[in-house]
């Protein structure tokens, strides 16, 4: 019934003549009061981490309350890549295997990653993951750049029912000078979120960094790049920024050793 509450009319009326049950159980008062009503999702973000050797992943609401995942996974060996949508995609094995999993259905997904050796000059390499809004298709990217040096970004992207990959050509690339932070990634509008940087030379020949928003459109398949916002202030000391989201707010901070300095919210 949770299925058949989350479907068109037409289709209601197409089922009510598969059985007299279902018929009755459409028709039924509760349903018909309760149609296209949703629990709301008080879930404000998801928290993975490991104490000895046990790995334990719990779930946040809005007032703070939480409460662990039951589940078969053996947390302690994956590596989160990030949640979307309520789907999960973990990384294990040295970044040869990802895994996709549903909590609220208890299934897991294995999937391959291709040999990212055979790209010898990009050694750094960091998965995106998010839902596309318009397919609802669980879709995953292979990041590929040079460690140290400036070099060509080399993107391979992959859904759940393809199971195949394909590389992006270079004009939906950001420009080969950009690195992005694989510590966090947000996902808000179909578009999946990453702090960018990008050395610079002052006149003494020191470099600095300037800090970005690198984006991905999970439609489009195109990379966008915008400015930090003036809001976040960044000068000639600045340190490592971060990302993460509450809700549909995409959240941006900066952290010295004395503690968070800069909180900066943004919403759709």
């Known amino acids: 019934m949770d299925i058949m509450n989350r479907l068109p009319v037409k289709s209601l009326l197409q089922f009510r003549v598969v059985s007299k049950q279902w018929k009755f159980s459409i028709d039924s008062f509760d349903f018909i009061r309760n149609y296209g009503c949703r629990e709301r999702n008080t879930c404000c973000f998801n ?4 104490h000895n050797t046990q ?3 719990h779930s946040f609401d809005e007032n703070l309350g939480f409460r662990n995942f039951d589940s078969n996974l053996n947390v302690f060996s994956l590596k989160p890549v990030a949640s979307s949508e309520g789907v999960w995609c973990f990384s294990f094995l040295e970044n040869s295997f990802l895994l996709l999993w549903n909590p609220s259905i208890k299934k897991s997904v294995g999937i391959s990653v291709p040999n990212y050796t055979l ?3 990009s050694p750094k390499m ?5 839902i596309c809004p318009v ?3 669980p879709t995953i990217l292979k990041i590929n750049y040079p460690l140290y040096t400036d070099g060509p970004w080399y993107v391979s992207v992959s859904t759940l029912s393809s199971r195949t990959w394909y590389n992006l050509d270079y004009d939906c690339l950001p420009r080969p000078s950009i690195r992005i932070k694989r510590s966090g990634q947000a996902v808000i509008d179909g578009k999946i979120f990453w702090i960018g940087s990008e050395k610079f030379y002052n006149d003494d020949c ?3 960094k300037i800090y970005l928003i690198v984006s991905f459109d999970l439609v489009t398949h195109q990379f966008h790049v915008q400015d930090m916002p003036e809001q976040v202030g960044v000068g000639e ?4 920024y ?6 549909d707010s995409l959240i941006i901070f900066e952290s010295f050793d004395f503690g968070v300095f800069v909180l900066f919210m943004h919403g759709r």
């Open 135 to 137: 397919t609802l298709e």
């Open 242 to 247: 971060y990302i993460s989201q509450l809700g």
């Open 47 to 50: 928290l993975s981490f490991r």
């Open 55 to 57: 790995g334990y992943i």
């Open 119 to 121: 790209q010898p000059d």
């Open 206 to 208: 020191i470099s600095n």
């Open 126 to 130: 960091i998965f995106g993951f998010g």
């Open 237 to 240: 000391f600045s340190p490592p």
